[in-house]
Nanobody
Framework: QLVQSGGGSVQTGDSLRLLCSLS????????MGWFRQIPGREREFVAS??????GTSVPDSSRFTISRDTAKNTLSLQLTGAKPSDTAVYYC?????????????????WGQGTQVTVAS
């Protein structure tokens, strides 16, 4: 089970942190990360991290930072310099295929989703 927290409403230029707590997972997961979805559009990959080794893939690495705490079984996403175009529902996800560039179809488990709204 993936349980998300954080998010909410921020102003343009603000920073925001999302947290995902994992429960009931074993070490068979390869990677986890974040997607986001705007209504009417497909779920979009944001960032990923390998559970062991810590390799990452972050297309917009100038504003997004992904990290995990293996001792606490948590995953976080830090957004800096928020823009109105970042407004979306953000989902944490985990999958067990050997890729750090997943599609939504790759994902095995989803979090419940967290709304992020960036006001201009």
């Amino acid at each position: 089970q993936l349980v998300q927290s954080g998010g909410g409403s921020v102003q343009t230029g603000d920073s925001l942190r999302l947290l995902c707590s994992l429960s009931g997972f074993t070490s068979d997961g390869y990677a986890m990360g974040w997607f986001r979805q705007i209504p009417g559009r497909e779920r979009e990959f944001v960032a990923s991290i390998a559970w062991y080794g810590g390799g990452t893939s972050v297309p917009d690495s100038s504003r997004f930072t992904i990290s995990r705490d293996t001792a606490k079984n948590t995953l976080s996403l830090q957004l800096t310099g928020a823009k109105p175009s970042d407004t979306a529902v953000y989902y944490c996800a985990t999958w067990n295929q050997l890729t750090l560039n997943p599609t939504a179809a790759t994902v095995r488990h989803w979090g419940q989703g967290t709304q992020v709204t960036v006001a201009s």
